[in-house]
């Protein structure tokens, strides 16, 4: 006798499968160093380029609290679209590449955690920084760096 999932499996299950959906491509498997951008990540960026700046226009001229949260998250939409492009190449990566991707990332999210909380508690002090001018530049070349020293290590 078969038996018959839950609707919170069946649920959970298509949802994985969504998931796997979205984040699956058929990619080619690299070898020795990642794939440089393609044509749809640098139409992403240009897009969330534009995105930016018309938020910054846009928010100085809408009054009302709601056009003025559509304006505020709409460069959301193409950070998402990079996210989405970012997961489907590393998975096409080979075992290697995918590890080193892995390091480099956990190190940013760590340093940048550890940032964050440390500009903070300095706010608590009285200390005026802005965390998200720093990371705005930081995050990437801190990225760059721990994939630097990843590749170094497991070369």
Same mark, same amino acid.
């Given at each position: 006798?078969?038996?018959?999932?839950?609707?919170?499996?069946?649920?959970? $299950?298509?949802?994985?499968?969504?998931?796997?959906?979205?984040?699956? *491509?058929? #990619?080619?498997?690299?070898?020795?160093?990642?794939?440089?951008?393609?044509?749809?990540?640098?139409?992403?960026?240009?897009?969330?380029?534009?995105?930016? *700046?018309?938020?910054?226009?846009?928010?100085?001229?809408?009054?009302?609290?709601?056009?003025?949260?559509?304006?505020? @998250?709409?460069?959301? +939409?193409?950070?998402?679209?990079?996210? *989405?492009?970012? *997961?489907?190449? +590393?998975?096409?990566? $080979?075992?290697?590449?995918?590890?080193?991707?892995?390091?480099?990332?956990?190190?940013?999210?760590?340093?940048?955690? @550890?940032?964050? !909380?440390?500009?903070? #508690?300095?706010?608590?002090?009285?200390?005026?920084? $802005?965390?998200?001018?720093? !990371?705005?530049? !930081?995050?990437?070349?801190?990225?760059?760096?721990?994939?630097?020293?990843?590749?170094?290590?497991?070369?």
């Amino acid at each position: 006798m078969v038996r018959q999932p839950s609707p919170r499996e069946a649920v959970g $299950d298509a949802l994985q499968r969504g998931l796997f959906r979205l984040f699956s *491509v058929a #990619m080619p498997v690299t070898r020795g160093r990642a794939r440089p951008a393609s044509r749809g990540t640098l139409g992403w960026l240009l897009a969330y380029v534009l995105s930016l *700046v018309v938020s910054h226009i846009g928010l100085r001229h809408a009054s009302p609290a709601l056009p003025r949260i559509g304006i505020a @998250l709409l460069p959301l +939409v193409p950070v998402v679209a990079l996210a *989405v492009l970012s *997961v489907r190449r +590393v998975l096409g990566m $080979d075992e290697l590449e995918r590890r080193l991707e892995v390091v480099a990332l956990a190190v940013t999210a760590l340093v940048t955690w @550890l940032a964050l !909380g440390t500009c903070w #508690m300095l706010a608590h002090a009285g200390v005026a920084l $802005d965390p998200a001018r720093i !990371g705005f530049l !930081g995050i990437p070349v801190l990225y760059l760096l721990a994939r630097h020293g990843a590749r170094r290590r497991y070369a």
